[in-house]
């Protein structure tokens, strides 16, 4: 049973980028694409994008995009998302995890799981 | 983008009592619909998927049912292990958009 483990908690200044980690462990992402989703504090969840890892394809959601870059690592089953030019709205837990799977570049519809266990970005000055 | 509305926001439920919860999507998403649970600090676990199976591992005093637009999570006889925010999702159409949630608290 593949688990998601995430990176530890960030504190960042306003304006720099933060890079968060999502690791399958117990096994590979296989086909299965990976999204991140993020939530801020007191609030509900939020869809950022995804990725098919095998093909190293992202989409993102339009409100992210050109701000959020996610990739992947095949040979360390890792899915990393990058946000640049945080602001103190950034602040919140990210979240990733495994959605559809894949045959090349198209998706099955599917529900998310599992998730990993969340990692908190603080951007402060 | 699909527009999932919770209802209620609130819920106040006594241990042993029925919860019922709503989501309406502005638009129909079959029944590519997912129920989760998500505790203070914990990551979101999913509950339902396909509107009405329920997951590996949880209870059967969890139920889902509805299709198109209307949706409905039903706790039949709630547990203290329950209280917790609900989220609804669909799975239909990107992006992928979850509603606000419902807060189940001990009344």
């Known amino acids: 049973q593949v688990q998601l483990v995430q990176s530890g908690a960030e504190v960042k200044k306003p304006g720099s980028s933060v890079k968060v980690s999502c690791k399958a462990s117990g096994g590979s992402f296989g086909g299965y694409s990976v999204t991140w989703v993020r939530q801020a504090p007191g609030q509900g969840l939020e869809w950022m994008g995804r990725?098919?890892?095998?093909?190293?394809?992202?989409t993102y959601a339009q409100k992210f995009q050109g701000r959020v870059t996610i990739t992947s690592d095949k040979s360390a089953s890792t899915v990393y998302m990058d946000v640049s030019s945080l602001r103190s709205d950034d602040t919140a837990v990210y979240f990733c995890a495994r959605g559809g799977y894949c045959s090349g570049a198209t998706c099955m519809r599917r529900w998310f799981d599992p998730w990993g266990q969340g990692t908190l970005v603080t951007v402060s000055s | 983008e699909i527009v999932m509305t919770q209802s209620p926001a609130t819920l106040s439920v006594s241990p042993g009592e029925r919860a019922t919860l709503s989501c309406r999507a502005s638009?129909?998403?079959?029944?590519?619909l997912a129920w989760y649970q998500q505790k203070s600090g914990q990551a979101p676990r999913l509950l339902i998927y396909?509107?009405?199976t329920r997951a590996t591992g949880i209870p059967a005093r969890f139920s889902g049912s509805g299709s198109g637009t209307e949706f409905t999570l039903t706790i039949s006889s709630l547990q203290s292990e329950d209280f917790a925010v609900y989220y609804c999702q669909q799975y239909n159409n990107w992006p992928k958009t979850f509603g606000h949630g419902t807060k189940v608290e001990i009344k």
């Open positions: 396909g509107a009405s």
């Open positions: 638009q129909s998403v079959g029944t590519n």
């Open positions: 990725i098919i890892p095998i093909l190293g394809v992202a």
